[in-house]
């Protein structure tokens, strides 16, 4: 090989790029805790952008309502001071919705939690008596267990007085948990004003973002990272819209079912399995759970057809309305839009089965897109019957 400066300058980055690789391996716990000290550092402006985004969906639909007004002078107003009308109008209905949600969740949980020993003293006296009436069970198993000798009362004043003995443990814990929560509580305000900010001049930053872009890349590059950057604004804008479409759909078949067939609280379980149903295909189990632990004190029978139920309306929805209606939102099969979840939630957990339904569109589209485009070079066509055409030469 030829020693000239071009060949010399290879030699010299590969070799750094070696040395480079070898300080990582050898540094990653350093490395790592960097990391997460500058994560931490930017966290609020990573919320805070990730807030923007999803206010962006609402606010971009208040103002089209906006600019449906007409032409007197209150129209004319709302128009012009429509960002601000609008972003006062999305905060509004989502301290409303979350409100609403709490208001009726919270109480209900506390009045179950509440009443949780005499709940569960009164169950256990049930099942108790079930199997004293049931010949087989009580000669095989209540003789040699002598459960109804339990004293489930003083089993739980002492639970009760072991967690409450250990006062310095406690408030130590306390201290710390208070601690992350106002941590929380101030990186949550810093986000919300970044996100204020943000969708105040989110123009602005638009054109700024476009002058960077052109500044620093040719031409083409620049023009095919907006078009990528608009098709994953639009993909995920879409998602999370259908998202919580579907949520609400799931609440309302839930909530209607277990009123025409009596289930106790059957308001505030649809508006649980509503709300962990924004976790994509598994979210409302969550609520189930839930609903299962609260309606088997009360009636543990009924607690067995509601998993019938359950399972019944889930397989409807996960099976036909979810893939479908989500799937044409963000034109992504329905195959593999149960692919994505399974493997974002591998990866990710519940964060991951958000992001990759619309990052599969996203690479769908693009992995799409490439294919024709190939195809078309080589003048090659593949028809829906899975036969093969191409152009003599």
């Known amino acids: 090989m030829e020693l000239n400066h071009k060949n010399i300058t290879k030699l010299v980055l590969g070799l750094s790029a070696v040395v480079l690789f070898y300080l990582l391996l050898n ?14 550092v930017v966290f609020p402006i990573i919320l805070g952008c990730c807030l923007a985004f ?47 949600l709490l208001g009726i969740l919270i109480p209900q949980l506390a009045k179950t ?39 489930w009362k003083q089993i739980w004043d002492s639970v009760h007085s072991f967690v409450f003995s250990g006062a310095g443990t406690v408030l130590s814990a306390s201290i710390s948990f208070a601690s992350s929560v106002f941590s929380g509580i101030v990186d949550f305000v810093l986000a919300v ?42 993909t995920f804008s879409n998602f999370f819209t259908v998202q919580c479409v579907e949520a609400l759909i799931l609440g309302c078949m839930f909530f209607v079912c277990m009123t025409i067939f009596g289930f106790p609280y059957a308001l505030p379980v649809s508006l649980l399995i509503a709300v962990t149903a924004l976790i994509p295909i598994c979210g409302a189990f969550i609520g189930c759970a839930i609903g299962v632990f609260l309606i088997v004190m009360v009636e543990p029978i009924r607690a067995v057809w509601f998993v019938v139920m359950f399972l019944v309306l889930q397989q409807i929805e996960g099976n036909f309305i979810y893939p479908r209606v989500v799937g044409s939102s963000v034109g992504l099969p329905a195959l593999w839009v149960l692919a994505a979840i399974t493997i974002g939630g591998s990866l990710l957990g519940i964060v991951g089965m958000l992001i990759f339904v619309p990052l599969f569109s996203v ?12 195809l078309q070079k080589k003048q090659i066509r593949v028809l829906e019957d899975g036969r093969i055409k191409w152009k003599e030469k």
């Open 27 to 40: 540094h990653l716990g350093t490395i790592w805790r960097v990391f997460l000290y500058l994560f931490d």
């Open 54 to 100: 999803l206010l962006n969906i609402p606010v971009r639909a208040f103002e089209r309502k906006i600019d449906k007004l007409g032409n007197k002078r209150a129209g004319k107003f709302f128009r012009r001071h429509k960002r601000g009308l609008a972003l006062f109008l999305t905060v509004l209905s989502v301290a409303g919705i979350l409100a609403f």
């Open 113 to 151: 939690v509440s009443g949780l020993p005499e709940t569960f003293v009164g169950f256990w006296n049930r099942v108790v008596a079930w199997a004293n009436e049931n010949e087989w069970v009580r000669e095989n198993i209540v003789s040699k267990l002598e459960l109804d000798k339990i004293n």
């Open 193 to 234: 004003c970044f996100a204020v900010y943000i969708l105040f001049q989110k123009e602005r930053l638009g054109v700024q973002m476009k002058k960077l872009l052109f500044a620093f890349l040719r031409r083409d590059r620049a023009e095919a990272v907006l078009r990528l950057s608009s098709m994953v604004e639009e």
């Open 363 to 374: 690479l769908y589209v693009l992995l799409r897109e490439t294919v024709v485009r190939r």
